[in-house]
Every structure is written in structure tokens, then in C-alpha cells.
């Protein structure tokens, strides 16, 4: 079965406001976690990812804490856009399965303007 | 654009048919990872590629076979489709050097639909 998942299969964000994305998880080898973003029509795109001995990483404009005492991962995403309307998806890997990548179900992220 | 192109972009099969999809790997990336992905579901794991070697397998039946040629491009084979087999298929390309992680790079996927 699935070793990751989202809480909440959608989202629903005004333009300008910040999001979180939250992601539970339950491999506890889990070595690294990844971020990605799909947009209709695409392949799952590469946001943001951290590893299992930190727990916080920032990027442009997106922020990513891990939680490893409670098995999860969240993803900020400061003063959202429109582009940013897309599919998130965590995922997870671990030397134990030679970092091949086990994803979430999914979070469908919609801004209003 | 990640540089990992995948072919055909759509296709439709019946029950009981064979399918080849293709992938072509970013340049200098040595490793392929194929993944099925449900409508509404997040992409799994089918198999990984390295060095023309099956490298890892997911929790997929054998009538999901693949290869990988000298230029590190690579198929994915499924035979005697089922419906139950209509999904995205995205591919994901990567630099592998052995015991750590890399970053994949996923391809636009190509969409098949079984009848």
C-alpha cells in the first residue's frame, strides 16, 4: 500500500494569500521528501524537497517542514497565484528501497482571484 | 521543460492488445523510472531502469516488461491489456551514482485508454 498521503484531497486559496499543504507519512526510513506540482496535461514538476535530518528548507516563494516525532510534511506556499492552481504531491524515499519514489494521493490546489 | 519526451502522447487500445511507450531520457541522466498513474491518484511505481538493467519493481504483474538501450532511452511493454490498465504513464529520468538519492525528472507522461 501507499506509504504517504495528503489530508485533504483540495484547497481552495484566495490570489495573495498563503497555502499549506499537509502530508502525512509512515515509513519512519523515509530519508527524503519531495514536493511536486502537477498541472493539467504535465508531468508531476519538481518544487522543493528535504532531507529526513532537517526540518525546514526554504525555496522561492515555498517553504517545507517536516515533522519526523509525528510522521509529517507540509508545504507552504507564500502569496499564492493563479499559476500556482495545480495538483501537489508529496513523496517519499529511502535508501531501503533504493530511493525509488513512493507518492501521495494528491492535493488539488485551486486560487481565487 | 525537464528534457524527458515521451511517445505517443494518447492512445487508445482494447482488452487483450499490446502497447509500447517510449521514453527518452534527459542527456546525461543514466537511469529510467516508469510510473502508472491513475485518474484522481498519485503516479506508482512500476520499474526502474539502470544501465539496461531492471533495477527495482514495483507491485506491477510480469505483462509489465520494459528495456533499456545503450543511449539510456527506454520502452515500457504491457501485454494483454485490461481495462483497469488505463492511466498516464510518465516516465522519469536521473543521474544514478550509486546508494544516493537523485532528483527525477518526469516526462509529460503519455495517457492510454483501454476499451
Known amino acids: 500500500g501507499e506509504s504517504v498521503g495528503l489530508h485533504l484531497p483540495t484547497l481552495s486559496v484566495q490570489e495573495g494569500d498563503n497555502s499549506i499543504i499537509n502530508c502525512a507519512y509512515s515509513n519512519s526510513a523515509s530519508d527524503y521528501f519531495i514536493w511536486y506540482k502537477q498541472e493539467s496535461g504535465k508531468g508531476p514538476q519538481f518544487i522543493i524537497d528535504?532531507?529526513?535530518?532537517?526540518d525546514k528548507r526554504q525555496g522561492q516563494r515555498v517553504t517545507v517542514l517536516l515533522n519526523k516525532t509525528v510522521k509529517h510534511l507540509s508545504l507552504q506556499i507564500a502569496a499564492t497565484q493563479p499559476g500556482d492552481s495545480a495538483v501537489y504531491f508529496c513523496?517519499?524515499?529511502?535508501?531501503?528501497?533504493?530511493?525509488?519514489?513512493?507518492f501521495g494521493a494528491g492535493t488539488t490546489v485551486t486560487v481565487r482571484a | 521543460e525537464t528534457g524527458v519526451t515521451q511517445s505517443p502522447t494518447h492512445l487508445i487500445k482494447t482488452r487483450g492488445q499490446q502497447v509500447t511507450l517510449r521514453c527518452s531520457s534527459q542527456s546525461g541522466h543514466n537511469t529510467v523510472s516508469w510510473y502508472q498513474q491513475a485518474l484522481g491518484q498519485g503516479p506508482q511505481f512500476i520499474f526502474q531502469y539502470y544501465r539496461e538493467e531492471e533495477n527495482g519493481r514495483g507491485n506491477f504483474p510480469p505483462r509489465f516488461s520494459g528495456l533499456q538501450f545503450p543511449n539510456y532511452s527506454s520502452e515500457l511493454n504491457v501485454n494483454a491489456l485490461e481495462l483497469d490498465d488505463s492511466a498516464l504513464y510518465l516516465c522519469a529520468s536521473s543521474l544514478s551514482s550509486g546508494g544516493i538519492y537523485t532528483e527525477q525528472f518526469f516526462g509529460p507522461g503519455t495517457r492510454l485508454t483501454v476499451l
Open positions: 513523496a517519499e524515499t529511502s535508501p531501503s528501497n533504493d530511493y525509488k519514489l513512493s
Open positions: 528535504i532531507r529526513s535530518n532537517m
